[in-house]
């Protein structure tokens, strides 16, 4: 039974290596411009993890075939070098990995988060509320206009709480359900939760960001390549959360001053 | 170090039934309380993964009799993503604290610690009895959410704030619901402090003449420093619960911030704060991934040597790795939170010790896959469970080396990645610690043998069935597949939802073969071979009395320690080992110095 257990081992750590190796279930390709150096530090993790997954499982697997109950008989003997062997080299094995992961990745988190967004950042706050996301625009002006929760209203459509009878800088502004970005141009996202807490997730963008109650948050990217991605919730926000989402437009400059004015047109 | 008689519980056998079986003192009557409390939230937790697990593979799938669960939940016996998000949540809270933290710590280390120091019982059987029946109210007052109101709370077993602390207004079972979930945890809290208490005390005040600190068995060892960590941390969580119960009943605002709006109405509230629960919540959260885990440590680590045959490479260094866990455990718990908004310069710090915790980690594995180096492994149903730890101890926690660094958690955060990564680390490696627990203790706490032959039909399953449940998990998380939802509308999520039906297949299997264990430890501890005294040849105090241990433990002697725990693979009178208790000496290689 030693000697199937072991091969049973073998077995499923090479099972579960395989799909990672075949690249089975991938996520989709990256449309952003920091997205690479998240997707290589994947890469880099998934080496040295799955080499020492595999490491570990093997060898287990072989003490089990070798020294079961077949050998009850057998001398015992110690391994080599003993235990102050086997910390020296834990620690400077998974030591170095530590440092070396520890190090390059804070270039990916860098570029997303310690890194401000240029000045002429396109502006777009986004809202989340139970249960889907809206858009703001600033319109022509370039100023959004302040937020008055207590007026917002879905039946006539005021989703944000503007006022724009006392505020000028609302007069213009943008509000719609659906994220339209120009491609190669960077975006400053102001995140604001209407209720409770959400979270921002585009795959392709290598974006995740939850959305805090009380505290207006910000993120910046830039999208490379024209097309429609969606934009989903993962931030248990309630009994509709499953269903959560709207799409992100990456459209070319030209289509996306059209889209803008169309927008405009109809608020 | 003392001798037990002058600090031992100072009570008697009882004789009336009450006083026997229900409101014991006998710290192992309450150990098997705690177990049978842990078998019976087990199944519970596993039948809510079940339902789950159906409407995930077939979401307008009828599930006769559900409406038994729920009215509203499941018209035509369907679920309704409210009834999925509330299962979810009880399912999370049951197996967290109800089965991963009562089995291995509360059960296992209640019964064995004061037998493994040597004591009589622990040295506060009353506050230990109150921890029982304390941690008994939390479940039935978290069970009670099922019957009341409108349902448990969907918020998810992280309750995350504002959700948790909004009242009604927020959804199905977020006023009742959450109310009954913080009073249950808050309850659970006092009864694990109360445990922790002793467990320290009986650790430190009551070992026998001879045992000294690096001479008790490594599974004390384990419990001793699970209780410090369930000290620190059980006491943050349990004030925050308070907290959530006053934004309920007496209109405070810890959680909720202002101007919030809901249902076009702006909530009363103002001045609270989103992250104070989160950094409360996960101060306790993360070393409860430890609290979960470090007895299974040190169990499989017990239960090993014996099976080997030999000692492992370093008892010491297998100390001080648990030791660095726990201690590490408390600064990394910021990983949870990479993405929740907070500083993002603070997501490096807690970056760093997360992925340095990997080092202790990494050195436990090592020393008990070297030590099978050169032993005489014997292959039974506890030490299959014990290797089987190992596996998945490797498979899971190296899932953490992704979660760990924040710019690769952008993309696995809240996806099915961490949900596999922590079922196979304090799940199902937990479950198995427990798994090789019974069956290695079940004949000194019973007085009968389990079958074998059951029981390695329970491992062959269980072991191949939670890799075909729990390794998907990861590819699903690396392919985007978020996690908590109901059903999957969304466009990328459809192609993978083949997936979730063989993870749904798998997971029915596996769960029907817990089944057998249920049916063994039921049929073995009425109708079992009768066990002698020291059944696997092992060396700690609990083999040295009698099967099952009398009322006293010792039978009214007090053993004196001569011997490091582990010694064998020497030559004695009694065969290749030397019980800690027995004066003989003995040549030995492995003795620590």
Redesign the interface.
Known sequence: ??RL?AL??IV?AIA?AA??VMH?????ADISTHGH??DE??SE??I??GL??LA??I??AI??WK???F?????????PG??KG??I???AL??AE?LA??VF?????AD???TPPSADAMPIQVQA??FAFYFRYPGRDGKFGPLH??L????TQNLF?LDPEHDPDSRDDIVTAEMAVPVNKEVHLLMH?????H?F?V?EL??????????D?SLHFTATKVGKY?I?C??????????M?AYLDVLSEHDFNDWLKKEAAMQ | MHDTSAHAAQHHAPTSFIRKYVFSLDHKVIGKQYYALALLAALVGMTLSWLMRLHLGWTNLAIPGLHFLSKNGAPANVMTPEFYLQLMTMHGTIMVFFVLTTAPFAAFGNFFLPIQVGAEDMPFPRFNMMSFWVTFLAFIVLMLSFLLGDGPTLGGWTQYAPLNAMGAVAGPGQGLGVVLWATSIALFCIGQLLGSLNFITTTLDLRVKGMSLMRLPLSAWAWFITSCMGLTAFSVLMPACILVILDHVAGTSFFVASGLVINDQLLPHSGGSTLLWQHLFWFFGHPEVYIAIVPGIGIVSHILMANMRKPMLSQRVIIYCMGALAVLSYMVYGHHMFVSGMNPVSALAFSFPTLVITIPATITVLIWVFSLYGSRLRINSASLFALGFISMFVSGGISGFFLAQPSIDIMLHATYFVVGHFHMVMGVAAMFGIFAGTYFWFPKMTGRMMNETLGRVHFWLSFVGTYCVFMPFHYLGMAGNVRRYSSFPEDYLQPLIPVHRLITIAALLTGAAQLIFVYNLIQSRFRGQSAPDNPWQATSLEWSTATPPPFDNFGGKHPVVYHDPYQYGVKSSVGDYVMQASPEQVKTEHEEK
């Open positions: 039974m030693a257990f049973t081992i499923i579960s799909p990672v089975t279930w991938v996520a989709p150096l998240i530090q994947m993790t998934m040295e993890a020492s997954f570990a499982q060898i287990l003490f089990i020294f079961s109950s050998h009850r008989d057998g001398e015992i003997r110690t391994f003993g235990a086997l910390v080299a834990a620690i998974v030591g530590v992961l520890g990745g804070v270039k990916a988190w997303v988060y310690l509320g139970q929760p207590e917002i209203n879905e039946a709480g939760a209407k209720d409770v807490g979270s997730f795959r290598r974006v995740q960001q939850d959305f805090v109650p009380g505290l948050v969606e989903v993962t931030q248990l926000c309630g009994l509709g959360h499953y269903n989402k």
